[in-house]
């Protein structure tokens, strides 16, 4: 069955960075977009940055734009997040996600707390 599983959360002061990854299983990995959505305490859960199958570019947030990138390797099955010059708004739990068909799916999600 379809399977993410989100790493790389952590602990980090104002300005430094964390690396995420997702790690894909139980589908046709290349076929399909992936994105990183996070969700911090009593707000909505939004899209950060998503990334196309095959050829690998990104949308991300306004709010990311400029500090995040998002990258895939098809051959490894993984959808990276390089987070950099983190803000304490940056604190969320960060989610992995894929569509096929009619359904979505989640991973367990990855805690970034930025805080000095």
């Known amino acids: 069955q379809v399977q993410l599983v989100e790493s790389g959360g952590g602990l980090v002061q104002p300005g430094g960075s964390l690396r995420l990854s997702c790690a894909a299983s139980g589908f046709t990995f290349s076929r399909y977009a992936v994105g990183w959505y996070r969700q911090a305490p009593r707000k909505e859960r939004e899209l950060v940055a998503r990334?196309?199958?095959?050829?690998?570019?990104?949308n991300y947030a306004d709010s990311v734009k400029g500090r995040f990138t998002i990258s895939r390797d098809n051959a490894k099955n993984t959808v990276d997040l390089q987070m950099n010059s983190l803000k304490p708004e940056d604190t969320a739990v960060y989610y992995c996600?894929?569509?096929?068909?009619?359904?979505?799916?989640w991973g367990q999600g990855t805690q970034v707390i930025v805080s000095s």
């Open positions: 996600n894929t569509e096929i068909g009619w359904s979505s799916y």
């Open positions: 990334i196309n199958s095959a050829r690998g570019s990104g």
